[in-house]
């Protein structure tokens, strides 16, 4: 079956740290790709997706994530971190073959510390 | 803007109970989606409409249906509420092809 993992569920940064969350999926074919974030209280948030292309795409609020399809990875990443990026993000992938549903990961909560 | 909207915030209700989660989207979207959303386990799919009086099955089904009597409208149905069904539900709305998704801010339902 077609899945999505995220490694990290819970991640503990200070502020200025650089940011990395894994994302994988299982194979299936030609994918699109994206990450949401959800702030507490707030609804899911589209960070940023990727469809074709250059593999690094680059996202609102100083994010990036960079598509390496050999892993079936999808990584998102950000250079230094603000307490305002305190979130869950959810990595979430829709596979061609699915008639367009969205398979979501488990989420990582980012806890950024002042 | 497309907005998503729910009607309920935060929803109690009683086991046995049948529940309506009403979602509007207002740009003439043909997908639209429910989700529900628990403690890591990420978004999980219910079920989704492409059309008008269309539907089809997400990953976990069991004990809800849904009605799409229009296109702007999508009601997710607990036939006979559980305490199982205690969740925080995510309606969401694309249009067709290769799009993202937009979603409403979520319904914590709370089943005593």
Redesign the interface.
């Known amino acids: 079956a077609q899945s999505?993992s995220?490694h990290n569920?819970h991640v503990i940064l200070s502020e200025a740290a650089s940011l990395e969350l894994g994302c994988n999926y299982s194979y299936g074919g030609t994918v699109?790709l994206?990450w949401?974030v959800q702030y507490p209280g707030?609804?899911?948030?589209?960070l940023l997706?990727y469809?074709s292309g250059d593999p690094l795409v680059k996202g609102i609020k100083g994010f990036e994530a960079e598509f390496i399809k050999s892993k079936f990875s999808f990584n998102l990443r950000k250079p230094s971190v603000q307490w305002s990026d305190t979130a869950e993000y959810?990595c979430?992938v829709?596979w061609y073959s699915n008639?367009?549903?969205?398979?979501?990961?488990?989420?990582t909560t980012l806890q950024v510390k002042p | 803007d497309v907005k998503v909207t729910q009607s309920s915030r935060y929803l109690v209700k009683r086991t046995g109970e049948k529940v309506f989660l009403e979602c509007v989207q207002d740009m003439d979207h043909e997908n639209m989606f429910w989700y529900r959303q628990d403690p890591g386990l990420g978004l999980r799919l219910i079920y989704f409409s492409y059309d008008v009086k269309m539907k089809e099955k997400g990953d976990i089904p069991e004990g809800y249906s849904v009605s799409r009597e229009k296109k702007e409208r999508f009601s997710l149905i607990l036939e006979s509420a559980s305490t199982n069904q205690t969740s925080m539900y995510l309606c969401a709305s694309s249009p067709q092809g290769i799009y993202g998704y937009t979603f409403g801010s979520g319904t914590r339902l709370t089943v005593v």
């Open positions: 999505v995220q569920h699109n994206f949401y707030q609804h899911l948030q589209l997706k469809f959810f979430a829709k008639t367009g549903k969205l398979i979501f990961g488990q989420g």
